[in-house]
């Protein structure tokens, strides 16, 4: 079946290390993203990418990093620069972007960060 | 700046009660894009509407339908006879007529639980 699968689905991390979360998706999509979430919040925009080999900052960009090597995968680093990284992580793809269906994002089930 | 408000935090209701969940966006925009996602508690959001600022339609899916109102900025939600498995955290989400996904707007969500 198509779509979005993130790992881990939980992780731990003590302060001060780097952590990466997969993403990996089969819909063929250019387009990816990250999104942060927290209690009784909306979803914030970290990191997206239209192409592969590309990738701009989204709202909260600061603390984390990316990479677009392969059209599939958009693996995203919570860095120990990061302050606040305990959060529910979610990737998600599209089509293109420009094209009358943006807005349809495939959501991932999530993965959550607990910083001991 | 564009901005959804979903005032209803968390909704409770009986099993086939009718219930509405309230969306309340802001753009200066003229054309623009109004979604909804639901977040069952697995955690993926899960795409259910998309309308653009020229159709004021309103549109019925089997037990849910969303009223469009652009005179009161309104793109409220509603679910006829409610069930267990509607239990979920639903978005709003606003994007404006530049850019793609990356511009999605989530409200912070309505937890709607559902009881038997």
């Known amino acids: 079946d198509g779509g979005i699968t993130q790992s881990p689905k939980y992780l731990f991390r003590k302060e001060g290390q780097n952590v990466t979360l997969s993403c990996e998706q089969n819909?063929?999509?250019?387009?990816m993203y990250w999104y942060r979430q927290d209690p009784g919040q909306g979803l914030r925009l970290i990191y997206y990418?239209?192409?592969?080999?590309?990738?701009q900052k989204g709202d909260i960009a600061e603390g984390y990093s990316v990479s677009r090597e392969k059209k599939e995968s958009f693996p995203l680093t919570v860095t120990s620069a990061q302050k606040n990284p305990t959060a529910f992580y979610l990737c998600?793809?599209?089509?293109?972007?420009?094209?009358?269906?943006?807005?349809?994002?495939?959501f991932g089930e999530g993965s959550r960060l607990t910083v001991l | 700046a564009q901005k959804v408000t979903q005032a209803q935090t968390e909704i409770s209701v009986v099993e086939k009660e009718d219930v509405t969940l309230d969306c309340v966006y802001e753009?200066?925009?003229?054309?623009?894009?109004l979604f909804w996602y639901k977040q069952p508690p697995s955690g993926e959001l899960v795409f259910l509407i998309r309308?653009?600022?020229?159709?004021?339609q309103n549109e019925i899916s089997g037990r849910y339908s969303w009223n469009f109102q652009k005179s009161t900025s309104s793109f409220n939600f509603t679910i006829t006879a409610s069930q267990v498995v509607d239990s979920a955290v639903y978005f709003c989400?606003?994007?404006?007529?530049?850019?793609?996904?990356?511009?999605?707007?989530f409200g912070k969500g309505t937890k709607l639980t559902v009881n038997p």
């Open positions: 998600a793809s599209s089509r293109p972007s420009g094209g009358v269906l943006d807005g349809e994002l495939f």
């Open positions: 819909l063929n999509h250019d387009a």
């Open positions: 990418s239209q192409i592969v080999n590309d990738f």
């Open positions: 753009t200066r925009d003229t054309t623009y894009y």
């Open positions: 309308r653009n600022s020229f159709d004021e």
């Open positions: 989400a606003l994007r404006g007529a530049q850019g793609g996904s990356e511009k999605l707007v």
